[in-house]
């Protein structure tokens, strides 16, 4: 079995308030000014291989987009390791890191911040590929009017800057920049969250066109349960910085196994029961700087025992490809 | 795909403004700043073209008869000239040395204004992008500099390092860079965390092209606008060490130097040798702060209709 195209293990991401001075003297003068730890990700496991789409699913501030921009090179793990084609990216040596960081592209949530206001289209998505010598100068025009018109833009207008196209256009911007520096691998984080719903399913569309004409893999982040069943080949889902369950697309729409993925396939809106009540579930998500004891999810879920309150469960393999951390999965 | 995406639909084809369009139209919406702008374009044409438009040079020793001294406006030189606002009293005639007061006033304010921006931009930008260590040591040292008032840091460094154009343009210097710094540091910041800035770390460029390439044209509004401000500080701060004394020797004359001439003539009724330069500073700083005060509301989005 050849190893996956991309592989993250055991990745921690934390960030930590570091006490100034000021805080440093309360802390000895006995006030409760202590630093404050994030675990935005917490031992993250996960593996995408080639060709394949992997879901990324959780509430808001689950920790998704970090986990997202850990694999895309943004944010250097806490702990743990990227391994790029069963290679650690951190121990690489300059031009295999850079040609894994290259591999690796993001397309981002917002199209208003991705783009540099102060850049020409052209030079939004030639830069980099005229920096790192894919192109030459010379070529580097007719370059990206063959990427604008693979993301369906008009070559014509590369002379504009960004703030002169519309949001669906300025997401196909974000993703010719990526697709100039021949990526193998994107990551989506919430890549069409912010377009109206006719341009979501066009973007959607040239996602699913681009992975078969490049041969792309995919790590799709979403809240957007009916997107990703669309999509994905697989589903992780997320929760409080931890992988909750992880499974094939059919196997977490039609059996689920832990509570939370459970609430959330509950609660997605669907066209055949429209009339019904949605009972959204009980209560916040916890703080990740203080985070329950036990299962994260045990001061929601409905199935909540002793154990659960004491003890952490573990990711366990329930069958092929199926991956849950619940201790009662076989009861709910 | 349906082909509503392709731009041929794009917004407005038929006319697109660019940019500097649309600034320059925005710009001249305020009939105050426009007239700031024309008072400030005359105020710099009439200081290069000095030498060729006056009577005299008041640098050169052999033009400057001390017998035409202190004489009122619209008197006759000796040299037979009319001094249309009279002479000083060494016998300089006003009109000519406020234009050559201009002339240095203006460069000194400019050029010190111009390197404090590239330290102060420098600077501001590593603190921001460093950030951790880096950016406390070098806040606190701008921190320190804006504690003191700027024209005492100024009056300190002349009087160490005596008079001279040279001198007076580093002490100004030294005086200011902490304002760029603060600014770019700030907006720096901001910039640093948006998107596009981790889409660049994410193809790779390297530090200082992000630092230099994205980040930085997008801090130059702001800097554009404090880079007015302070040249108009450096201005009359150079007039104020001028007047003070310790500025520019009297053998070069800026406007402060001009007006300290007159000051101690006011009560003899001999009025206008210090109030011509005056004049000539007010406008010129009055018109500089004005044009900036345009440019911030213009360049800020926040501030559009």
């Not at chain 1, 920049?177 to 066009?202: G, N, Y």
């Not at chain 1, 916890?286 to 879920?301: H, Q």
């Not at chain 2, 554009?224 to 401000?229: A, D, E, K, L, W």
Request: aromatic letters at 8%; one cysteine or more; charged letters at 20%.
């Amino acid at each position: 079995m050849t190893a996956p195209l991309v592989e993250i293990r055991d990745v921690s991401k934390r960030f930590a308030k570091r006490l100034d001075v000021a805080g440093k003297i309360a802390q000895k003068l006995g006030a409760g000014a202590r630093e404050e730890v994030v675990h935005a990700v917490d031992e993250v496991n996960l593996e995408v291989n080639e060709g394949e789409v992997l879901g990324l699913v959780g509430e808001s501030g689950c920790g998704k987009s970090t986990l997202g921009r850990v694999v895309a090179g943004i944010h250097a793990p806490t702990s743990g390791q990227l391994l790029f084609q069963g290679n650690d990216v951190a121990s690489m040596s300059g031009t295999d890191r850079r040609a894994a960081t290259l591999a690796i592209q993001m397309i981002f949530q917002d199209p208003f911040a991705s783009l540099n206001p102060r850049m020409r289209v052209e030079d939004i998505i030639g830069e980099a590929p005229r920096v790192h010598g894919i192109v030459s100068r010379s070529e580097a025009s007719d370059y990206v009017d063959d990427i604008m018109r693979k993301v369906g833009l008009d070559p014509s207008l590369k002379r504009r800057y960004a703030h002169q196209f519309s949001g669906g256009q300025r997401q196909r911007i974000g993703i010719a920049r990526a697709l100039a520096v021949k990526p193998k691998f994107l990551v989506c984080d919430e890549a069409i969250a912010a377009l109206d719903v006719s341009i979501q399913a066009q973007v959607i569309n040239l996602f699913m066109d681009l992975r078969e004409e490049f041969g792309l893999t995919y790590l799709f982040i979403s809240h957007d349960l009916s997107v990703v069943e669309h999509i994905a080949d697989r589903v992780a889902i997320m929760y409080l910085g931890r992988i909750v369950e992880s499974a094939s697309t059919e196997e977490i729409f039609s059996a689920p196994r832990h509570p939370y993925t459970k609430a959330l396939l509950a609660e997605a809106p669907r066209l055949d029961q429209r009339k019904r009540d949605f009972a959204p579930i009980e209560g916040e998500i916890p703080s990740p700087l203080n985070p329950p004891d036990g299962c994260f999810f045990n001061p929601r879920c409905p199935h909540a025992q002793d154990l659960c309150r004491a003890d952490q469960p573990k990711l366990e393999t329930i069958g092929p490809g199926h991956t849950v951390a619940c201790h009662y999965w076989q009861d709910t | 795909m349906t082909d509503t995406a392709l731009p041929s639909s794009a917004p407005a084809a038929a006319k697109v403004e660019t940019p500097f369009q649309r600034f320059r139209a925005e710009f001249f919406e305020s009939r105050i700043a426009a007239t700031a702008f024309v008072v400030l374009v005359i105020i710099v044409l009439l200081a290069i073209l000095a030498p060729w438009i006056t009577p005299q040079n008041p640098y050169d020793l052999a033009q400057v008869d001390v017998l035409d001294g202190r004489l009122p406006p619209g008197s006759e030189a000796f040299a037979g000239y009319t001094m249309w606002l009279g002479s000083d009293g060494a016998g300089r005639d006003l009109y000519s040395a406020i234009l050559y007061g201009l002339r240095i006033s203006i460069s000194v304010g400019l050029a010190s204004g111009v390197i404090a921006l590239i330290i102060g931009m420098t600077v501001g930008l590593i603190a921001a992008y460093a950030g951790g260590r880096t950016e406390a040591i070098i806040m606190r040292v701008v921190d320190l500099q804006l504690s003191f008032p700027a024209s005492l840091v100024a009056l300190m460094l002349v009087a160490a390092l005596g008079k001279g154009v040279d001198k007076i343009i580093l002490a100004l210097v030294v005086a200011q860079w902490a304002y760029y710094a603060r600014t770019v540091r700030a907006t720096a910041l901001v910039e640093r965390g948006k998107e596009y800035v981790e889409a660049a770390q994410c193809l790779g460029l390297s530090r200082s092209r992000v630092v230099f390439r994205h980040i930085l044209p997008n801090c130059l509004a702001p800097l554009i606008v404090v880079g007015t401000v302070q040249t108009a500080h450096a201005v009359s701060l150079e007039a104020t060490l001028s007047f003070l004394g310790v500025g520019l020797p009297q053998t070069e004359p800026s406007l402060g130097v001009l007006i300290a001439n007159g000051f101690e003539y006011m009560l003899s009724g001999r009025y206008w040798i210090s109030v011509f330069p005056g004049i000539a500073l007010l406008l010129t700083v009055a018109s500089i702060n004005l044009v900036g005060d345009q440019l911030r509301d213009v360049l800020n989005p926040r501030l559009k209709k």
